[in-house]
């Protein structure tokens, strides 16, 4: 029986040893599971300055505390590490079951070290761990390479694998496990550097908690809690395949790079329309909702594609950023990027960076390897989205991400380059969605809509407040409370749509509790005060490796450009309170005006050891 857990696995690729650890109760305490041990251990352990994809980078895969066991929505997944996308902390969260896998393994996290000589992948039991040889896995697909490794390894294994992308070294390479991503931020890129392909977990169910009884009972009232949301129960007929009627109808509905805020022709893209295509729903570990929908296309020059999803971040940005509207292409795109392994938000957002440059004459039909990237070409699209993947062509430019494509292609692209910190922005335009914005501008990660969703802006939520989603310097306080919320949060690792369920504030805390039998989890307050000690750490991360005030920032188009919409509330819109925003998010965080936290505030957060 593995009780809940307190331990972790250290691989290290270049020696071949591997080492069973504990985590020390003070960071049990402090940082409770989850992010908040990513955080710790990579500040902790990862010298400033590495290079991200040299031996010396630590890719950390952890489960959260409530993994593998009956509560809902909580065995996802993440991974944290040193971007080679941004150079800044990453962290990228997943689904499926291998999280709860690595809890049955018996483990919180593992952390993987050096670099292996040759292509290797990971087999691990709740009793061993072996490296073993992946020359035959290698440039296998990431659906074929999950299939060789259920065929070897038996029916009761699980695993996560990078694809060709992460092989080539693609900037914005995932880790994939089933058709889920842990897709941000390159950690897929820093797998195939270590020549990982695999990690494959062969365990059984096995949790045990601290307080059983109170676990189950907490469990249970969950349930019955979830199942009378209304929310989680649109959320389980529709994923996201339908935000995009939300974001579309205020105005906020990326289009053509960002220029426009509304897609003509949206009555093809809606979430009716992507049911028509609609084949049946899978879920994560422990999980109701079965939120991934999968689409198959049936007839017409796609037929054959199928994918689970496109969720509303690929549908905007397969739709929207190349101002096409047909379904099935977006279909086939996404089933290509989890094919080659590769996230759909960065690789969607070179394409229609691209698509721009083709349109102002900064690419022409030679640079391109002769596609034509007019607007609405959704063939050039999938023939861009393989070139990338394999790093063939363009593709090789665009696989680096928009900032160093820009800087590859001259000529004034970077004005073009859609990002904040190096990461490509996602569906939300920052000048519709303020809230949303200054999280992009602040987050650590660089431009990430889960790091501090802005549901008050976004789906009219009136937690703690109501917000004016125009507003700037006056949701400050906002802005850090999603933030910190998410870390908190993420400590679980909880789902970010299963946070709208109306269950975490009376029970997440309790659960993490009985769990661990740390009684002070049970307090809210507290949580968000390890949400807000996760957060200073990543920015002390960041700050050692060179990111200040000046990186807190979107981009140009951004702070200058007025957002166009077709009828929304946002025409004219742009983001014009920078500085008076930052000066006062310090503040409220207890930083300084450059963005470094104060030795006070360090002192209250007990992180005076940084
Ligand atoms: S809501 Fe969807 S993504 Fe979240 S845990 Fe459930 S199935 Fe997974």
């Not at 363009?394 to 928009?402: F, N």
Request: glycine share 12%.
């Amino acid at each position: 029986m593995t009780i809940n857990t307190g331990r972790f696995l250290r691989i290290n690729l270049s020696s071949g040893k591997t080492a069973t650890e504990s985590v020390p109760e003070k960071i049990a305490r402090d940082f409770v599971g989850g992010r908040g041990y990513g955080i710790k251990y990579l500040y902790d352990e990862l010298a400033p300055n590495v290079d991200p994809l040299g031996e010396d980078n630590k890719l950390i895969i952890l489960n959260g505390v409530l993994a593998g066991t009956s509560a809902q929505a909580a065995s996802r997944w993440m991974v944290c590490t040193k971007s080679p996308l941004t150079g800044a902390f990453a962290r990228s969260v997943c689904g499926a079951d291998f999280g709860a896998w690595l809890k049955f393994a018996g483990y919180d996290f593992i952390i993987i070290e050096g670099k292996a000589k040759k292509p290797v992948y990971i087999h691990m039991t709740k009793d061993s761990c072996q490296i073993l040889d992946a020359s035959e896995l290698w440039g296998k697909d990431t659906k074929e390479t999950q299939e060789w490794l259920k065929e070897h390894h038996g029916s009761n294994s699980r695993a996560a694998c990078i694809g060709p992308a992460g092989e080539k070294l693609v900037k914005y390479a995932g880790i994939f496990s089933d058709r889920r991503t842990a897709g941000r931020c390159g950690t897929g890129t820093v797998m195939g550097s270590k020549n990982l392909k695999a990690i494959t977990i062969t365990a059984q169910r096995n949790v045990q908690h601290h307080d059983p009884e109170a676990y189950k009972q907490l469990a249970r009232e969950q349930v019955e809690v979830i199942r009378e949301d209304r929310a989680f129960q649109f959320h389980k007929e529709w994923g996201t395949t339908c935000t995009q009627d939300i974001t579309n109808e205020i105005g906020i509905y990326p289009v053509k790079n960002f220029r426009y805020g509304q897609q003509v022709g949206y009555e093809k893209i809606t979430g009716a329309e992507y049911r028509k295509f609609r084949t049946g729903g899978i879920g994560c570990y422990s999980c109701p909702a079965n939120c991934g929908k999968v689409h198959k296309v049936l007839e017409g020059p796609y037929a054959g594609a199928t994918s689970e999803g496109p969720e509303y971040e690929s549908i905007w940005v397969f739709t929207g950023s190349i101002d096409s509207t047909s379904i099935e292409a977006s279909i086939l795109a996404d089933q290509l990027c989890d094919d080659l392994g590769m996230d759909t938000i960065s690789a969607g957002n070179a394409i229609g960076f691209a698509y721009e440059l083709y349109e102002r004459g900064i690419l022409s039909k030679e640079d391109t390897d002769g596609l034509d990237l007019s607007y609405g070409n959704h063939a050039s699209m999938i023939a861009l989205i393989k070139k990338i993947g394999l790093r063939e062509g363009i593709g090789d430019i665009l696989a680096e991400g928009v900032v160093r494509a820009a800087t590859a292609i001259g000529k004034g692209a970077e004005a073009y380059a859609m990002h904040v910190k190096g990461l490509e922005i996602p569906a939300y335009d920052p000048r519709g969605t303020k809230g949303m914005g200054y999280n992009y501008a602040t987050s650590s990660i660089g431009a990430s809509h889960c790091y501090g969703y802005a549901r008050q802006d976004v789906f009219g939520a009136i937690e703690p407040r109501m917000t004016d989603r125009f507003a700037e310097v006056e949701n400050a306080d906002i802005v850090i409370y999603n933030q910190d919320g998410t870390a908190w949060k993420e400590t679980g690792v909880i789902c970010a749509f299963a946070v709208g369920w109306g269950w975490v504030n009376n029970f997440f805390g309790k659960l993490l509790a009985a769990a661990r039998g740390i009684d002070e989890f049970a307090d809210n307050d507290y949580l968000q005060r390890v949400g807000e000690r996760i957060y200073t750490l990543e920015r002390l991360f960041n700050i050692r490796e060179g990111f200040g005030r000046e990186q807190d920032t979107l981009p140009q188009r951004i702070l200058t450009e007025p957002l166009h919409t077709l009828e929304a509330p946002g025409e004219g819109q742009i983001v014009s309170h920078r500085d008076e925003f930052l000066d006062r998010y310090y503040q409220l965080r207890g930083w300084s005006k450059e963005g470094v936290p104060t030795p006070e505030r360090l002192k209250e957060l007990g992180l005076t050891d940084v």
